[in-house]
């Protein structure tokens, strides 16, 4: 579905991916894991469209996608859930969770019940300000965000930073089970081994804006792979 094809990225002068290739498929999950300062989030945001890139191609099923803006991408069912989760602190909850309409047509504006199946503490605050929220409500609240976009890809940006453990455990049971349905594919970037590790069909470490170790979960070596991010 994804493709990721030899990118480059720069800001000016920095070049902050160097050759960069990536694969995300539907019903899996694909984790993007280093230390910080490595290019994981320029890599999402380059999938994404927040950031041109400077060679190389983006295509989503079949279809070149390089040269399109954000919302454009997000109309062939790209959702982003970035780092710093982004909400609108003094947008409702609901509120919050309706701007996630804008890429859809007019009869599919719905929040979809998987969204307080999956996170049902939104459900009893719909009315309360995004702002007055925890951080791993506002998680939460940015994830069912992304799902009311009806993604086909779904790009997380380390959504475990910052999060009490008992939302942590809540976040992983979703992303398995969105990974379950089949239907979408799961970029998820993330400094954790541990958490990767339970959800991830295919690994791919970065070191200085390119790939350095890659693996599926059948041909992992969990050493290498642990050296890889020790980089």
């Known amino acids: 579905m994804l493709r990721v094809n030899a990118i480059d990225l720069h800001y000016g002068a920095a070049q902050a991916l160097r050759g960069v290739s990536l694969a995300a498929d539907p019903g899996k999950v694909t984790c993007v894991l280093g230390r910080n300062g490595v290019g994981k989030t320029s890599l999402l945001d380059a999938v994404a469209g927040q950031h041109p890139v400077s060679k190389g191609t983006i295509t989503l099923d079949g279809a070149d996608i390089t040269r399109l803006n954000p919302s454009e991408r997000a109309r062939r069912g790209v959702a982003y859930v970035p780092q710093g989760r982004e909400i609108f602190p003094l947008l409702s909850v609901e509120e919050n969770l ?22 049902p503490v939104l459900s009893g605050m719909l009315g309360r300000r995004g702002g007055d929220l925890s951080g791993g409500q506002q998680q939460q ?3 069912g965000r992304a799902l009311v976009m009806r993604p086909r890809l779904l790009l997380l940006d380390e959504p475990t930073e910052g999060i009490q453990p008992s939302i942590i455990k809540d976040i992983g049971r979703a992303i398995a089970y969105l990974r379950n349905l089949g239907k979408i594919a799961v970029v998820l970037v993330e400094q954790y081994l541990d958490f990767a590790r ?14 350095v170790y ?18």
Do not use: H, Q
């Open 198 to 211: 339970e959800l991830g069909d295919y690994f791919a470490v970065m070191d200085r804006g390119a790939i």
């Open 98 to 119: 309706k701007t996630g309409f804008a890429p859809l047509p007019r009869e599919e504006r719905s929040i979809p019940r998987d969204v307080f199946s999956l996170f």
């Open 214 to 231: 890659s693996c599926s979960r059948d041909d992992m070596d969990e050493a290498a792979l642990r050296r890889a991010m020790a980089i």
């Open 141 to 143: 609240l940015a994830i």
